[in-house]
Nanobody
Framework: QVQLVESGGDLVQAGGSLRLSCAAS????????MGWYRQATGKQRELVAR???????YYADSVKGRFTCSRDNAKNTVYLQMNSLKPEDTAVYYC?????????WGQGTQVTVSS
């Protein structure tokens, strides 16, 4: 098992930046991959960015060039740096980790972008 704790969500104006953090309860090298998802009100949860153990990173087209996913192995933490935020980025952001075939989720952190 792994516990995930997100932080960093806030209310920000369009064009602003936020950095989300996801702290894992075990070494992130023991996880197949970690990722960030988001769910806006009335919409399905969608993948935003994902980083594999080997370091390969995937970004959704909607965030490419604006969001950066990174990790600090010593702190067992994954980050999502979000720049040039848009109102459509408003959502609850979730951290997820895959161990084997099981996905674990954090509690989510709210990001609200005002226009």
């Amino acid at each position: 098992q792994v516990q995930l704790v997100e932080s960093g969500g806030d209310l920000v104006q369009a064009g602003g930046s936020l950095r989300l953090s996801c702290a894992a309860s075990r070494s992130i090298f023991s996880l197949n991959r970690m990722g960030w998802y988001r769910q806006a009100t009335g919409k399905q949860r969608e993948l935003v960015a994902r980083i594999s153990t080997g370091g390969a990173i995937y970004y959704a087209d909607s965030v490419k060039g604006r969001f950066t996913c990174s990790r600090d192995n010593a702190k067992n933490t994954v980050y999502l740096q979000m720049n040039s935020l848009k109102p459509e980025d408003t959502a609850v952001y979730y951290c997820a980790a895959t161990v084997g075939v099981i996905d674990y989720w954090g509690q989510g952190t709210q990001v609200t972008v005002s226009s």
